[in-house]
């Protein structure tokens, strides 16, 4: 039998998401195949699980959804923003589910980009990895974004942008 992969989208903090366990009436977002597997007309979901629109840049997401991604920082003032993918989370996603299809890697994966002042990234630490080969692939996809820039004191700045994904393996 043909395994799947997906996997869920974690892309916020580990203290956020315990903070926020309990509340159910947040929307989940996921990303379904863009063609069906061979003898099926149903598209799979290949990641799941996001509170953030997968489609959307920073500028577009909802201030409760701003106030989430805020929240994975230190304390920002009114004035101060994250770095965020300008195209939103959707292309990161769908690369990563390709390579995931492939790897069948399971296991979490939690990674940080060096974003500069112009949204360009600049590097990525390794923070944990379930296999060294998804690493460098996924990596590789992060490096190639582009990012808005972060905001300090509504200024362009340096700024990190985490990246946190569960890989499992399903039917």
């Known amino acids: 039998m043909r395994f799947l992969a997906t996997f869920f989208v ?12 309990a509340d159910d009436t947040r929307p989940r977002y996921s990303l379904r195949q863009d063609q069906p597997d061979i003898g ?23 201030p409760e959804g701003q106030s ?13 923003e994250p770095p965020f993918p300008v195209n939103g989370l959707r292309p990161i996603y769908k690369a990563i589910a390709t390579i ?21 990234a600049t590097s990525v630490s390794v923070l944990r990895s379930p296999d060294p080969e998804m690493t460098k692939l996924a990596a590789s996809v992060l490096m190639l974004q582009k990012y808005k820039p972060a905001l300090c004191n509504g200024s ?14 399903s039917l």
């Open 10 to 21: 974690l892309v916020l903090a580990t203290l956020s998401n315990l903070l926020h366990a």
């Open 40 to 62: 099926t007309n149903i598209k799979r979901e290949i990641a799941r699980g996001s509170v953030l629109p997968l489609d959307k840049g920073y500028a577009d997401l909802s």
């Open 68 to 80: 989430y991604v805020k929240s994975q920082y230190e304390p920002m003032g009114t004035n101060d």
């Open 100 to 120: 995931q299809q492939k790897l069948l890697v399971t296991g979490g994966m939690s990674l940080v980009v060096d974003i500069n002042d112009q949204g360009q």
């Open 156 to 169: 362009p700045c340096s700024m990190q942008f985490p990246f946190r994904v569960t890989f499992e393996k």
